[in-house]
């Protein structure tokens, strides 16, 4: 059997046609997952602080966080609602799920924010009363 120049030929193009893709490792995965949860948390920071001067200014009450928290909720509730799609769907989908439900909604609704609050607003209670 003798193959010719021209068959090795189509042979080396047709697989530098195809893409050539890397494995992923479990560290890579997880640091990709880092980098989604971190840009998440980064734009629902900005989404809570920024909702909260919009609301009352530079000191607010613990109601206008409570409306935080109940923005955080609800994409919570919408992301959930659709779990189990996201999940079992391709790669760029669990990313999402990801990036909404726990770097998004959880840097919204961050507890701490919500603890600190309601503490002041206590305090200022007890020293007036």
């Known amino acids: 059997m003798e193959i010719s120049a021209d068959t090795t030929t189509r042979i080396v193009e047709s697989e530098a046609e195809k893409p050539k893709s890397q494995p992923t490792t479990p560290f890579d995965e997880l640091l ?5 949860i971190s840009l998440g948390a980064y734009l629902g920071a900005f989404i809570r602080v920024g909702f909260l001067y919009f609301r009352g200014g530079p000191s607010p009450s613990s109601f206008t966080v409570m409306y935080a928290q109940i923005l955080g909720c609800a994409i919570l509730g919408a ?3 659709f779990q189990a799609r996201l999940m079992g769907g391709p790669r760029l989908h669990k990313l999402l799920y990801i990036f909404i439900a726990t770097g998004l909604c959880g840097s919204i609704t961050t507890f701490s ?3 600190f609050e309601s503490n002041k607003l206590a305090l200022q209670q007890f020293d007036s009363g």
């Open 113 to 115: 924010t919500w603890m």
């Open 32 to 36: 990709l997952q880092w980098c989604v």
């Open 79 to 81: 992301a959930s609602e």
